[in-house]
């Protein structure tokens, strides 16, 4: 009897071991299905937000836990601003990782230097302060001084920030004039990036493509001074935002990696030929608390998307 018994026993066996295996991934699957439909829902939340714009926006988020992307527009290639001299401080610290400078050389304070909105640099005494570059980097990303920001281009060269982005196989991210240079700029020479380009710098920035771990957590210290900016107004103020954010007429941008817990991403919003500059901050502001609601849940989220909050008295 025993040996008749023994294919039945063997195929419920094998049933047991196939239903186990199934109950084990049900969940992860899931899991992916409701994470799907929640990215669906922040898609959406973008389109309407750029049908909505009396301009053109461009749109890169990237998922840096699971390498997933939203892109809209993000090919088209839109003036930077202020938001450019992410590749300043890149290059910055990848010469600093070289031994071509250091952090710590001194500048000191030069009147020729200055240009308008140099709001801090234009306060200091010339020919008596001196500074250390990383100093110069930290007033050119948390206050946006341009006379800093110059100083540091001639320092780099404006050439080797280029030919770090060519190296990188950004062709559309460019380098093209310093600040405040009115004239390059009537002339077409604008500093200009797309957003598909900038997230692809700043995911090379986070996993330590561009320097070495000691030197990334410093560059990541110096780019996420807290500043006013459209994506961290967006978020809470106990979240990191490592991010640079640029204004000129009729353009708005901001990019950056914003530490969402457990769930860190990269968001680069760009707007361009705007009615009213007010708006396009709104949208960038909007798309960044869209991303930042997704992450933020996930991030905190079971496989289930259940969120167990500290002390959370519920069964």
Same mark, same amino acid.
């Given at each position: ?10 195929? +419920? ?38 049908? @909505?714009?009396?301009?053109?926006? %461009?749109?890169? &988020? ?7 992307? =939203?892109?809209?527009? +993000? ?7 202020? @938001?450019?001299?992410?590749? /300043? ?56 001084? *341009?006379?800093?920001? *110059? ?6 060269? =404006? ?7 060519? @190296?990188?196989?950004?062709? *559309? ?17 604008? *500093? ?15 996993? %330590? ?48 990696? /914003? ?7 990269? &968001? ?11 708006? %396009?901050?709104? +949208?960038?502001?909007?798309?960044? +608390? ?10 905190? @989220? ?14």
């Amino acid at each position: 009897m025993a040996t008749l018994r023994r294919p039945q026993y063997i195929l +419920a066996l094998l049933l047991l071991i196939a239903a186990n295996a199934i109950a084990q991934t049900a969940p992860s699957a899931s899991s992916g299905e409701k994470q799907q439909l929640l990215w669906q829902k922040l898609e959406a939340t973008v389109q309407e937000v750029d049908r @909505s714009l009396n301009g053109v926006m %461009g749109v890169a &988020i990237l998922d840096l836990t699971d390498g997933r992307t =939203m892109l809209l527009h +993000a090919d088209e290639v839109f003036p930077q601003a202020s @938001s450019i001299k992410i590749t /300043v401080l890149a290059e910055l610290y990848r010469q600093a990782q070289s031994g071509k400078l250091k952090l710590t050389d001194v500048y000191t304070v030069d009147k020729a230097d200055m240009v308008p909105d140099s709001d801090i640099m234009g306060g200091l005494t010339p020919g008596v302060t001196r500074l250390a570059l990383r100093d110069l980097a930290t007033m050119m990303v948390a206050v946006s001084d *341009n006379a800093a920001t *110059n100083v540091l281009i001639d320092r780099v060269g =404006m050439e080797n920030v280029n030919a770090m982005l060519s @190296s990188m196989g950004l062709k *559309n991210t460019r380098l093209r004039r310093k600040m405040m240079d009115i004239n390059a700029a009537k002339q077409g020479r604008e *500093n200009v990036s797309t957003p598909r380009e900038m997230m692809t710098l700043l995911e090379a920035v986070y996993r %330590g493509k561009i320097v070495n771990a000691e030197l990334t957590k410093d560059l990541i210290a110096v780019l996420a001074t807290h500043k006013d900016s459209a994506i961290r107004k967006a978020i809470p103020d106990t979240v990191v935002s490592a991010d640079k954010p640029g204004e000129l007429e009729a353009v708005r941008a901001d990019s950056g990696i /914003v530490f969402a817990q457990n769930r860190p991403f990269v &968001i680069c919003v760009m707007t361009t030929y705007l009615r009213n500059e007010a708006e %396009g901050e709104a +949208a960038i502001r909007k798309v960044a +608390a869209a991303a930042y609601d997704y992450f933020d849940r996930v991030g905190r @989220s079971s496989p289930f998307g259940r969120v167990v909050s500290p002390y959370n008295a519920y069964p």
